[in-house]
């Protein structure tokens, strides 16, 4: 008990946990819809690009920034999933130029004008410190938006994702509804950048999402139990990295996989036949359909 | 008097990115239609069905629609993501896209139940999709797309890997549909099984070959110049049977 309401006596630690639990829920609500897809390289992509414009948020600190680096996000989030619909082979590489050298701009953006050392590793791989009243607020603003755009367009998500064709001619706009997934998307890792870390953040998109799905073979119980998954890897993780001492993505991560091993051990076989063809590839949901 | 057509396509050539598939085709249904697409592999039948349906475009040609024609599609199960997580009765209720939030209403739950009932898999509401046999995941897709009231239906080959009493109840369901007045479209391969069976047909490669009642278009003839290989076709009490003429006694189709 003690060791549960110690930390929380800092201003820091508590709103550590909170964006951290927030975090946690919100990535792993809409990587429900990201695995199903095939999608987590793009999400692991994504991150890697919107990481220029976060790093020039953080060093010049100014509210501009931050508007430029979510455009940054959605811009190259809407320019990945039109690369990755036009063709296959190409889209790799093409998201494999845009994330690095948006990544590389980071670094050097970093290295230039940032402290050297720990703010790096911070951005890298998520810190509890630094977490200003501001971002809780984005990350709560960012959520119910998420919300919002779920709970509106469930059916227009949940048939794009299934079968996109039939419901191109069942009157979902289809174009529009992705779209509109991906600017969830990227709004969503960069208001959870600061806490999970870059290099994690697509780790917390697919690992509750996976736990989920061995857990159900319902659409709607998966998207509870990933937000569930998601929310408790974000609380104890950050305990255990206030503990360790380490930083707190990693630790959001290591929670989220000791209950993957928890529940894999549980629902044994037939939970891994579950996740058979997740999170596949090459089994992209957008078929080509198109003129000459 | 024929009805006006609900879809008609008038010289439309179509076809994917890099080659054209189907050239000249003119085709209309309405709601008095029950059509077989008969063809080859790769002649262009599920491409003449995204036409109808309105998910390809022509590359050129006409497509007309009635205004405001409702129009479904059930998917051949080959095509289908077997293990995404989602049970029948959310995958039925999916396809009601006029309702915006995610639960389903007390009127909708009925709906769903009712047409769950009506296709004779009314207590599998729960059940993953992949855990139904072949003919019951045909029956989940068709009520999905019943759901929709749609004037009407297309059906990307509904009997393919379903056993013969299950082809029969497709079959005698699918009669009633289009007694109760709805358009329907169907592509298959299995020509005394399916096709013979059908009122009107419609045979395909990479054009339509011939259009007719099965006596009129189930000859050798038209046979040979739609699948390319001769075979002969025989009366057994009082059905058309094609026998594929290079292996005596072997069914074709
Ligand atoms: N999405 C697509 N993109 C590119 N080419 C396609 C696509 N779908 C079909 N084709 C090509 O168009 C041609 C006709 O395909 P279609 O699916 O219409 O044939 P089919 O008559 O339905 O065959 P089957 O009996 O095997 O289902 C084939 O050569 C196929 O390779
Ligand atoms: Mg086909």
Request: glycine share 10%.
């Amino acid at each position: 008990m003690e060791a549960l309401l110690d930390p929380l006596q800092y201003g820091f630690f508590q709103r550590g946990l909170i964006v951290a639990t927030l975090s946690g829920a919100l990535l792993g609500f809409i990587g429900v819809y990201i695995v199903l897809r095939g999608m987590s390289y793009i999400g692991h992509g994504l991150s890697h690009a919107i990481f220029g414009g976060f790093a020039a948020m953080q060093l010049f600190a100014a509210s501009f920034y931050v508007l430029g680096a979510g455009l940054w996000g959605i811009a190259s989030a809407i320019a990945i999933t039109n690369v990755a619909r036009r063709s296959r082979l190409g889209a790799d590489a093409a998201i494999g130029v845009i994330t690095t050298a948006s990544f590389a701009l980071g670094v050097a953006l970093f290295a230039r004008f940032g402290s050297s050392g720990p703010a790096f590793d911070n951005a890298l791989f998520g810190s509890i410190l630094g977490i200003t009243n501001s971002q809780i607020l984005w990350l709560v603003l960012v959520t119910a938006f998420t919300a919002i755009v779920v709970f509106t367009r469930y059916r227009a998500l949940l048939f794009t994702t299934f079968d996109p064709e039939v419901a191109d001619v069942s009157g979902v706009k289809v174009g529009r509804t992705e779209a509109l997934l991906m600017i969830v998307l990227s709004l969503a890792i960069l208001v959870t950048l600061t806490v999970i870390g870059v290099t994690l953040v697509a780790a917390m998109l697919v690992i509750p999402a996976v736990v989920a799905r061995m857990l159900t073979d319902s659409f709607g119980r998966m998207l509870v139990l990933s937000t569930i998954v998601g929310a408790i890897s974000g609380l104890v993780g950050m305990y255990l990295s206030y503990y360790a001492g380490v930083p707190s993505g990693t630790m959001i991560v290591l929670v989220g996989t000791a209950v993957f091993l928890v529940v894999l051990a549980i629902t044994g076989v037939r939970g891994m036949r579950r996740t058979v063809g997740l999170d596949s590839h090459a089994a992209p949901n957008v078929k080509e359909a198109i003129r000459p | 008097m024929a009805p006006s057509p609900l879809i008609a396509l008038k010289g439309v050539d179509a076809g994917y990115r890099h080659s054209l598939v189907l050239h000249g085709v003119d085709f209309a249904v309405d709601h008095r239609s029950f059509t077989g697409i008969v063809g080859p592999s790769g002649a262009g039948k599920t491409t003449l069905l995204r036409l109808l349906l309105g998910s390809l475009k022509p590359a050129s040609g006409t497509v007309e629609r009635a205004p405001g024609v409702a129009v479904s599609y059930v998917p051949q199960l080959e095509t289908v993501n077997w293990n995404f997580p989602i049970t029948v009765a959310e995958c039925v209720q999916m396809s009601r896209t006029g309702r915006r939030l995610p639960w389903a209403s007390r009127t909708e739950r009925a709906e769903v139940a009712d047409v769950l009932e009506r296709l004779g898999i009314g207590d599998l509401g729960q059940r993953h999709i992949r855990e139904l046999s072949g003919g019951q995941q045909q029956r989940m897709f068709l009520a999905r797309a019943l759901i929709r009231q749609p004037q009407v239906l297309l059906l990307d080959e509904p009997t393919s890997g379903v056993d013969i009493s299950t082809r029969h109840d497709v079959l005698h369901l699918l009669a009633d549909l289009h007694d109760e007045g709805i358009g329907i479209v169907l592509t298959t391969h299995d020509l005394n099984g399916m096709a013979a069976h059908l009122p009107d047909l419609v045979c395909v490669n990479e054009r339509i070959v011939a259009q007719g009642p099965p006596d009129a278009v189930i000859t050798p003839d038209v046979l040979e110049q739609t699948f390319g290989a001769r075979m002969e076709v025989l009366q057994h009490l009082g059905m058309l049977v094609v026998v594929d003429s290079s292996g005596p006694g072997r069914l074709a189709g």
